[in-house]
């Protein structure tokens, strides 16, 4: 059964730092590319970021570059996205989801180009 569970989420100050975790079972998180997405309340999704498989290229959304990075390890076969210099425009339920093959460059933040998603982790940056 193929599953993704994100973590990490919580309650952080403007200017502080989560680590969101996506860890994958059922499935080799190596041979998918990997999107994070967030959706605050009456917003749309949106796309955070992206690690491609198999080259390991990265994307990020404009308004979280150089303050955002994602990462993969494969041993954990989990996915991180390390998130600093948080602000409250940052609040949202942030997603990971899953497809198997290697998107163009322009379609990586496209939510229904992924096939699996997870539940969601609550961000909130507040002071």
């Known amino acids: 059964q193929v599953q993704l569970v994100e973590s990490g989420g919580g309650l952080v100050q403007p200017g502080g730092s989560l680590r969101l975790s996506c860890a994958a079972s059922?499935?080799?998180?190596?041979?998918?590319?990997i999107g994070w997405f967030r959706q605050a309340p009456g917003k749309e999704r949106e796309g955070v970021s992206c690690?491609?498989?198999?080259?390991?290229?990265?994307y990020y959304a404009d308004s979280v570059k150089g303050r955002f990075t994602i990462s993969r390890d494969n041993a954990e076969n989990t996915v991180y996205l390390q998130m600093n210099s948080l602000k409250p425009e940052d609040t949202a339920v942030y997603v990971c989801?899953?497809?198997?093959?290697?998107?163009?460059?322009?379609?990586?933040?496209?939510?229904?180009?992924?096939?699996?998603w997870g539940q969601g982790t609550q961000v909130t940056v507040s002071s």
């Open positions: 989801a899953a497809v198997r093959k290697r998107l163009r460059p322009w379609r990586w933040a496209t939510s229904y180009e992924y096939n699996y």
């Open positions: 059922g499935f080799t998180l190596d041979d998918y590319t």
């Open positions: 690690i491609s498989s198999p080259d390991g290229q990265t």
